[in-house]
């Protein structure tokens, strides 16, 4: 028989009110069914998009069910000190240091091959303005703000998130929107208030967020509208902040599907710099072998530039493959009793051929062309 709407809500809140009293052992097997009971629901659901998010809500549901098993193990390991935990947490139901990751990225822009353009918008949106910002402040430059960063899949997005706080010295916040969005089912705007007054606390913060898209889909059902409230209130929060000489407060966007971002989003205001990150040019991806060669044993016969030309529409992410990969073959040989020989000019063109570019030519001009007519 098929479900009901009003089944899977009553499973879904018995499961959610046992998660925020802390009874993981009792909330499982209601998100599960719950879970079940909206795969139902999605099967029968004629409009795809509403299908994919219906089904999007079931697995986030079981997520939250394997996450019980964690919870009810670790309660059981804290014996009785869960209980100031517990009614710290009781608004949200959820403990904030579970699911915001903090970290002090070491990556610098000088481990980024190319984008020198990107790093020089970043430099003068970003960066000088804290380093500086009496002089920001002379020259009306705002200070901190929103920036959105897209582009294929593997040109180094996160690589410059994380180096933009490692130059500043901040501290990083990395979230995904599934963790936003479904941690605490139904809580999102409490999320984003935990994962903002955690930003302030530091000196210093970036909050990264990553596939930004999934956060801010096009409009196209109800299920979106949590989404469309927590946008705003990630704008708002960023609005907010008080930008006092020596602190920061940066929010940063990933995603490498620009075109399904909700225009709302993309108005002046909101982001305040959209950045594209294309594939590497060829000088890029001569620094990329450097990098990813490194002390890797070369043959005096490598070239380069020859390499360059091979991989033209490459990502950097598939160049770090095909140096990795290149070393496998001479390394596979002296274990198997070889004499140890360099990395050659035939190991590296083979590897070449194997791996295809993880962007096709079409995608790439669907970048191009959306960066040219929107940024
Ligand atoms: N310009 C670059 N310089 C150095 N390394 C790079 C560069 N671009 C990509 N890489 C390497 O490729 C890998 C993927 O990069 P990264 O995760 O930053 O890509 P991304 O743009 O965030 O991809 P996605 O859109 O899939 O999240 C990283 O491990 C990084 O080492
Ligand atoms: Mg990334």
């Not at 499973?11 to 209601?30: F, R």
């Not at 949590?226 to 960023?238: A, H, K, S, T, Y």
């Not at 016969?301 to 990795?324: P, R």
Request: charged share 35%; net charge negative; with cysteine.
């Amino acid at each position: 028989m098929a479900s009901s709407f009003a089944t899977f809500k009553r499973l879904k809140d018995k499961g959610i009110a046992a998660l925020k009293q802390g009874d993981y052992v009792a909330a499982k097997p209601y998100l599960i069914q719950a879970a079940e009971c909206m795969i139902e629901i999605s099967e029968e659901n004629k409009d795809r998009d509403q299908r994919a998010e219906q089904e999007t809500y079931a697995r986030e549901l079981i997520d939250l069910a394997k996450d019980c098993d964690r919870k009810a193990k670790r309660g059981a390991g804290k014996g009785g000190r869960r209980g100031d935990r517990a009614r710290d947490d009781d608004e949200s139901g959820a403990d904030a240091s579970d699911w915001i990751v903090k970290e002090k990225p070491d990556i610098r822009f000088d481990d980024i091959a190319g984008l020198d353009d990107v790093k020089e918008e970043i430099y003068l949106k970003m960066i000088y303005p804290f380093r500086h910002p009496e002089m920001a402040k002379r020259y009306g430059i705002d200070v901190g703000g929103g920036m959105l960063l897209f582009g294929p899949p593997g040109t180094g997005k996160t690589m410059i998130a994380k180096a933009i706080a490692c130059e500043l010295d901040a501290t990083m916040f990395v979230i995904t929107p599934a963790q936003l969005m479904s941690k605490w089912v139904g809580e999102a705007e409490q999320n984003v208030r935990k994962l903002f007054e955690a930003a302030k606390e530091e000196q210093k913060s970036v909050i990264f967020i990553d596939e930004i898209e999934s956060l801010v889909p096009k409009r196209r059902s109800s299920q979106s509208t949590v989404m469309q409230r927590v946008v705003p209130q990630i704008l708002q929060e960023l609005e907010g902040f008080d930008r006092k000489v020596g602190r920061a407060l940066m929010f940063l966007g990933a995603t490498n599907e620009p075109w399904s971002l909700d225009s709302a989003i993309m108005r002046p205001g909101r982001f305040d710099s959209r950045v594209y990150v294309p594939l590497p040019d060829a000088e890029a991806r001569f620094r990329l072998f450097e990098i990813y060669f490194g002390d890797r044993p070369l043959d005096d016969e490598i070239d380069f530039s020859v390499l360059v030309e091979h991989t033209k529409g490459y990502s950097g992410a598939d160049i770090k493959a095909i140096c990795a990969r290149s070393a496998t073959r001479p390394f596979l040989e002296t274990v198997s009793g070889a004499e140890p020989r360099n990395i050659n000019m035939a190991d590296v063109l083979a590897v070449i051929e194997e791996i295809v570019p993880s962007v096709s030519r079409k995608d790439c001009e669907k970048y191009d062309q959306w960066a040219l007519n929107e940024s």
